[in-house]
C-alpha cells in the first residue's frame, strides 16, 4: 500500500462548479499535511497546509480527518486558471514529506 | 528573494554518460532536498540533508547516483552512467529545516532540471 494515495483523475468540470479531492495515508503518526498545487511542466508550489481544525483559503477549504487517516480539499466556484495538478503531501516524521501521485483538475469554459 | 535556483533547466545526453546537476537553496535554508518526478507521478525523495548531512539517503541508488553538499549550501546531484529510465525531472527544494513552527516545514521547489537519456 502506498504511503500517500490519490485518485489520479483528470476531474473536469465547469467554470462555477464545487470539486473535492480526497487523499489517505497509511502512517497514523503522520505530523502535518498540506496540499500543494503543480501546474503542467512547472514545479510544485504550496497551496495551503491542513490544520486539524480545517481551514479555508478564499475558495479552498481544506479538512483532516486523524480518525479515517483522510485529507481533503473543497474547491468552490472553480476558475479557469485552478487547472493544475494538486498534489497531497503528508509529513510522516522527522521532515520525511510524502507526495501522493496528484489529482488532474480541468476547469473547462 | 531568490528563490532556489537549479541548472541545467535541459539536459538531453546518450545512456552511459555522465550528467550534473546543481542546485542553490534558498538563502538560510538548512534543509536541501533532491526529488525524481516522473511524467504522471508525485515527487519522490532522493536524498536529504541538513546542513551538510545527508540524514536520509536511502532512496538514492547509490549504484550510479550521488551527491553532496559539502559546505551546506549548494548542492550537485550526479548520476554515472545514466540509464535510459533516468530521464525524468529532477527537482532541488529546500526547507528553513528542523526546530522550526509548522511553516517552518513549507518545502520550496526550484524549476527542476528535465533529464532525457537517449
Known amino acids: 500500500r502506498k504511503e500517500v494515495e490519490q485518485d489520479p483523475g483528470p476531474f473536469n468540470v465547469p467554470e462555477g462548479a464545487t470539486v473535492a479531492f480526497n487523499c489517505t495515508y497509511s502512517n497514523s503518526a503522520s505530523q502535518s499535511f498540506f496540499w500543494y498545487r503543480q501546474d503542467c511542466r512547472k514545479e510544485p508550489k504550496l497551496l495551503m497546509s491542513?490544520?486539524?481544525s480545517g481551514n479555508e483559503d478564499g475558495r479552498f477549504t481544506a479538512q483532516l480527518n486523524r480518525a479515517s487517516q483522510y485529507i481533503s480539499l473543497l474547491i468552490r466556484d472553480s476558475k479557469l486558471s485552478d487547472s493544475a495538478t494538486y498534489l497531497c503531501v503528508v509529513n510522516t516524521g522527522f521532515q520525511k514529506l510524502v507526495f501522493g501521485t496528484g489529482t488532474r483538475l480541468l476547469v473547462s469554459p | 528573494e531568490a528563490g532556489v535556483v537549479q541548472s541545467p533547466r535541459y539536459k538531453i545526453i546518450e545512456k552511459k554518460q555522465p550528467v550534473a546537476f546543481w542546485c542553490n537553496p534558498i538563502?538560510?535554508?538548512?534543509?536541501l532536498y533532491w526529488y525524481l518526478q516522473n511524467l504522471g507521478q508525485g515527487p519522490e525523495l532522493l536524498i536529504r540533508y541538513e546542513n551538510e548531512e545527508a540524514v536520509d539517503d536511502s532512496q538514492l541508488p547509490k549504484d550510479r547516483f550521488s551527491a553532496e553538499r559539502l559546505k551546506g549550501v549548494d548542492s550537485t546531484l550526479k548520476i554515472q552512467p545514466a540509464e535510459l529510465g533516468d530521464s525524468a525531472v529532477y527537482l532541488c527544494?529546500?526547507?528553513?529545516?528542523?526546530?522550526?513552527?509548522?511553516?517552518?516545514?513549507?518545502?520550496?521547489f526550484g524549476e527542476g532540471s528535465w533529464l532525457t537519456v537517449v
Open positions: 527544494a529546500s526547507s528553513p529545516g528542523q526546530g522550526k513552527d509548522l511553516s517552518g516545514n513549507t518545502i520550496y
Open positions: 538563502s538560510g535554508h538548512n534543509t
Open positions: 491542513v490544520y486539524s
